[in-house]
């Protein structure tokens, strides 16, 4: 798996309908999605969800390339997900056994499924990233989280930490490739070797890069502060976050679809 396979915080302007939607609509959508998935539980739900994936892809215009690229790095937690379901789920049909370990139709079911809401959810969340700016999100999860205020919560801090985080992961993985390849130039060997010796290769690494995250973190500092930035108290915006009819019927599609994943989950299609 090469670092460049790792697309999340990215995010690819365009003008599609997904990209002009609210970015609180896409957060709420998210969400109402990511219910929907939990909700799920045999194959007509789980179709359902795949077609309003396949759906929310086409719609965004983001290649799908990209996201099959982006989802390489939880290819391992997915198989080790699998692997546990397989296992570890009881069942009354038995298929075959390993050693101690018993295989059940039941646990192939569980494994499969699962392994599909894992891709699926990390495929919409990825969703999300690729058609929203940083700013944006955060001024969308800043007015959601707007009534938490109430309870003296620093809400603009908060989300202002999180889009940040987001928004450097591209930058410090396209900086870890460059340190890496600097590193090869010299003779620094990262591929052979068994799973210990990649880890301790690896250990130079940490040292540049931290070196150069904090002062990637102190020159935004010190930008920040050039420019007056104080907190979300008296900050005017750009753009002004308004719902229009897009977004109602994005979020009465989504509600209605989570609802009828329930519905039918509940009958255990």
């Known amino acids: 798996m090469a670092l460049k396979d790792i697309t999340l915080g990215q995010y690819f302007p365009g003008n599609s309908l997904v990209h002009r939607l609210d970015p609180r609509t896409k957060l709420i959508a998210v969400v109402l999605y990511i219910t929907a998935l939990f909700l799920a539980s045999f194959f007509l739900t789980y179709l359902i969800m795949a077609a309003v994936l396949v759906l929310s892809v086409a719609v965004s215009k983001v290649p799908p390339k990209a996201l099959f690229r982006g989802m390489k790095p939880i290819l391992f937690i997915a198989i080790f997900t699998a692997v546990l379901n397989l296992f570890y789920t009881p069942g009354t049909t038995e298929l075959f056994r390993i050693w101690i370990?018993?295989?059940?139709?039941?646990?192939?079911?569980?494994?499969?499924?699962?392994?599909?809401?894992?891709?699926?959810?990390?495929?919409?969340?990825?969703?999300?990233?690729?058609?929203?700016?940083?700013?944006?999100?955060?001024?969308?999860?800043?007015?959601?989280?707007?009534?938490?205020?109430?309870l003296h919560a620093p809400i603009h801090?908060?989300?202002?930490?999180?889009?940040?985080a987001l928004r450097f992961i591209p930058t410090l993985i396209e900086e870890t490739d460059k340190i890496m390849s600097a590193q090869r130039a010299r003779g620094a060997d990262f591929?052979?070797?068994?799973?210990?010796?990649?880890?301790?290769?690896?250990?130079?690494?940490?040292?540049?890069?931290?070196?150069?995250?904090?002062?990637?973190?102190d020159e935004l500092a010190v930008a920040m502060e050039c420019r007056c930035y104080h907190g979300g108290e008296g900050r005017t915006r750009l753009r002004q976050l308004r719902y229009?009819?897009?977004?109602?019927?994005?979020?009465?599609?989504?509600?209605?679809?989570?609802?009828?994943?329930?519905?039918?989950?509940?009958?255990?299609?």
């Open 244 to 269: 229009q009819l897009r977004d109602w019927l994005t979020l009465l599609f989504f509600a209605a679809v989570t609802i009828l994943v329930g519905v039918l989950g509940h009958f255990g299609l």
């Open 157 to 164: 801090e908060l989300s202002m930490i999180m889009s940040i």
């Open 101 to 150: 370990f018993t295989v059940t139709l039941e646990g192939v079911y569980r494994a499969f499924f699962m392994v599909v809401r894992i891709m699926m959810l990390i495929a919409g969340t990825f969703l999300l990233t690729y058609t929203t700016s940083p700013i944006l999100l955060t001024d969308g999860l800043e007015s959601l989280l707007n009534p938490l205020k109430k």
């Open 191 to 217: 591929e052979t070797g068994n799973l210990v010796q990649k880890a301790k290769a690896l250990i130079p690494l940490l040292v540049p890069l931290f070196i150069s995250a904090f002062r990637r973190a």
